[in-house]
């Protein structure tokens, strides 16, 4: 017989969904998708399709970390079983594979979701909120999802789109005040949040180019390139997903047009280029680009983080090339089993937010800064360090001190950041509590 | 199947089930007129509102009958000069069994009667909206019924649309005359909720596509034909336009948006009216998740992303826009002035997060912007308020559960959307988080419901392209369009009623899991959920 606080626990669960219930419907025994050897996770994201190249990485590589902590003892004794499924980047493919995770694999949460309209999509039609059904680190930057109103079980990775336009403002404004300075943003969200964050900063461009989702391609770019040149564009920002800042840079390299590049994060991945372009030496349209990340350089092994991840990776994933994407899967994958270990040793949905609202600040990551995340918001992290990108690819930081820096979503200032980052784990294996 | 086709269908299929409709009396009759026809008895006559109903008992009955209440009839006749619903007649013919055609609804009302169970249906005094009428129509039946059929156990009520309206409002407020409910396809809570998302919809055709649409405060029948004809010949426009240039197709002749709107793709529009009102994009052919060619590819992303939704919109608007006409001008009627008002209603917020998850449909941020300026900036519809004060005394439903009941929905229904069940599902929740939160409450700590919900899911992917890469058009997929139940299914959920009125009690047990697997493309799942009807996410 199950002890009256077990019946309360149970009810209460129960009572935050908005769905028909029979006798028999209330489960006697433990969360949905954690039994006594495994916990079951899930996500969608673009294992193929326009998306794929560099995305597809994430999630495998979210697998892998997971691999090394079940051969290393799992959490608190359960091995952690992803299930990845394949979304192609379309909103209703994430509605499909979504219902799938959670009706027929049972996952006790999601992880790593990928792309705002498709989370958007989720949220809205799968209704995961009203069903108490948790999604960790989110790898979009959309500050729409940081209203814990609306998206009560939903947690943030990235930065918003908002605060890294912001920090990317304070550069341009410091170092080419003068210079004809353009922008090329994807006509939807995460555009119009960039755009907000370059507002809000008081920078203004003399051309912008806003391209719709899914159109990006060599032909589209030529378009968008003769708009950069015919406008005499000294410095361009392109604030882009990674297959259409491929085509820009492809473009403009062809057509020997040369301004200052200055990337946003998500667009800035070697990988993808290298695939976009078909060229294995795409990399070097990189070189001398500005950017910016909230992450280590997915090619600077002296960073400890890195260093870990790629052993990881070497063991676990052979044969795949270490980037950018393997870098944010394994580091979302990190971050997971903190909060799985934070939600107790019998966890469940319930004490899985209740943890990421607790403790997800405290949490140990490669990226500078600690996560915004608590009762009050679901923002990811919130720092950005600038670089120039190097003949490799890699990101090299301006100053030798990466200074890290900080603002919010809204009119707040650009500041240094004052936080340091949380040492690794030792062997990368979290052990809070 | 177009809502004509299907009365007639209905018409003809009694016709072979029940040869003794002829003789149906269209007054009041103290006594049916029955007829043994050997393997059942079967029984017709009219209550004293003169609908007309009919009674079949099997020989070798279970004591459980089936009260059917079927769903909207135009209640109007329609000239056959009007396209697609043209030569439509008022028919009150009385269905004892659902069913899409005639031979559906002979077949399901053999495998009733094979099965033991009794099936009776009016065909109610008028058509239109009838919930208050049908229900008392259906109180009048089930007296007729039990007088006549003293071996009667248990009457189970169960309806399809507005059929299924009719019969939650008998369960919420007659409990004591029936043992189960089931409500197929239903419309449910009031009828504002139908009627929010038809006058949306015509409104966005009205704004974006041919403004002499009327939309609603009709005051002649013949002012309904001319919206139909209008309405169709938009829909017409479009889907030629989308066949000749489905990336940028162009607005119709009779639109009289600025050149700044008409630069934006008519699909974006169409996919916006649709977002916005609540109906689906998925349709009968169009899943919004496939392209032609190996997936994955550009041009099918483009397609899944962008295109398909507009097609699904088109193919579901027709269905969902000529009802919405009909709807309007028939409640109308009956309250005596125009009930659709969307002076207050903003289009952005209505929208919601659609506005960035049919990002591509709508051809990006700037281009949604602007439309939805334009319908900020387009005439709005007033509302008679006496007409809608009496419209919201017409019978609505407070959703409670007197007895156990069984919704079925299809995630893509244009007509009665799935939200209708979701807002029932809803309800349910809501009476078993009240009974939980009572510490001292037995029922808290035995929770129980009499409600559950079934859901006729989309496939992942079910979209056809010919070897050129052209759709093929599809009507038969799970999940997609109004009322399309196959006969497997139906049967689940009689058996499934039957049991649960013999017990009194719901419980998914094995006997529940075998008959949904028995009928095929039914998803049980306590979990599952979908957007409420945008009248009740307000």
Known sequence: ?433 | MSLKKRVFAVASALAITTTALVAVPTTASANPVCTNKVIFTECVGATTDGAGYVIQVPARFSGTLFLFSHGYRYPINIPASIPLVGGYTVVNTPQPAPGQNAAQITEVATQMLTKGYGIAGSGFARQGWNADSGVKTNIELIGIIKKQFPTVKNVVAWGESLGAFITQALSENNSSLISAAGNLCPAAGSVEASLKMAGDALWGLKSFFDPTIQAGNYKSVLEVYTDIGKVLTVLGSLQAAFAANPVTPAWPATSKVPDAVKAIPSRSALVLVAAMSGVPTQSSSYDGATGPGPQGTLIATQFAAGLSPAFGALENMGGAAILAIMATYDIEQQVGGAVFDNTATNYATQLGDGLFEYSSALSGLDAARGLLGFLAASPRAKADPAAVTKMRALVSHKGVFNVPTVSLAATADNVTPAGHAQWLAERAAEKYLASASNKNSKLAATPRSNFIALWQRTPDSYTKFSATGSPISQSTVNGTGHCRTTTAQYMAIADILAKAAVEGKLVADGAFRSAIRKGGGLTYDRGFSVPLMKFYQN
């Open chain 1, 1 to 433: 017989m199950i002890s009256l606080r077990r019946k309360k626990s149970i009810l209460a669960a129960v009572a935050v969904t908005s769905f028909a219930l029979v006798a028999s419907a209330v489960p006697a025994n433990a969360e949905v998708g954690v039994s006594s050897t495994e916990i079951k996770l899930g996500t969608t994201v673009p294992m193929t399709g326009i998306a794929a190249p560099g995305y597809s990485k994430v999630a495998p590589a979210m697998k892998a970390y997971f691999e090394y902590i079940n051969d290393n003892g799992g959490v608190y004794g359960r091995k952690i079983n992803l299930v990845i499924k394949d979304d192609r980047y379309i909103p209703q493919e994430a509605i499909n594979k979504t219902n799938e995770l959670i009706l027929k694999d049972k996952v006790f949460a999601l992880v790593g979701q990928l792309g705002t309209a498709n989370h958007l999509a989720v949220t809205s039609k799968v209704r995961i909120a009203s069903r108490n059904i948790p999604s960790l680190f989110l790898n979009t930057g959309y500050s729409g999802f940081a209203d814990v109103k609306k998206f009560k079980t939903s947690f943030m990775h990235f930065p918003t789109y908002v605060a890294e336009a912001k920090i990317l403002s304070s550069y341009i404004k410091e170092n080419f005040t003068g210079k004809k300075t353009c922008l090329l943003v994807q006509n939807d969200e995460f555009g119009a949040d960039a755009e907000k964050g370059f507002a809000t900063a008081g920078l203004t461009f003399d051309e912008t180019v806003k391209y719709v989702s899914g159109t990006q391609s060599a032909t589209t770019a030529q378009t968008w390139i003769t708009r950069f040149a015919g406008a005499k564009c000294e410095v361009v920002v392109l604030f882009s997903v990674s297959s259409a800042t491929a085509a820009a840079l492809g473009v403009a390299s062809a057509a020997g047009y040369k301004p200052q590049w200055i990337l946003g994060s998500v667009g800035a991945d070697s990988t993808t280029l290298k695939i976009a372009l078909n060229n294995p030496q795409a990399q070097a349209l990189l070189n001398g680009a500005i950017g910016v990340s909230f992450m280590p350089d997915a090619l600077d092994t002296t960073d400890e983080y890195v260093k870990l991840f790629r052993e990881v990776n070497t063991k676990y994933s052979p044969g795949v090339d270490f980037d950018t994407n393997v870098l944010v899967g394994m580091n979302a994958a990190m971050l997971t089993v903190q909060a799985l270990r934070a939600a107790g040793q019998n966890p469940t949905r319930r004490s899985l937010i209740a943890a990421m609202e607790s403790k997800g600040s405290t949490f140990a990551s490669a990226a500078y800064g600690n996560l915004a995340v608590s009762r009050t918001s679901r923002a990811g992290f919130t720092g950005y360090w600038f670089g120039k990108f190097n003949l490799a690819g890699a990101l090299i930081p301006l100053d030798a001190g990466r200074t890290v820096y900080t603002t919010d979503s809204a009119t707040g200032p650009v500041t240094k950041a004052s936080a340091k980052r949380a040492a690794l784990p030792a062997k990368g294996i979290p052990t809070n509590s």
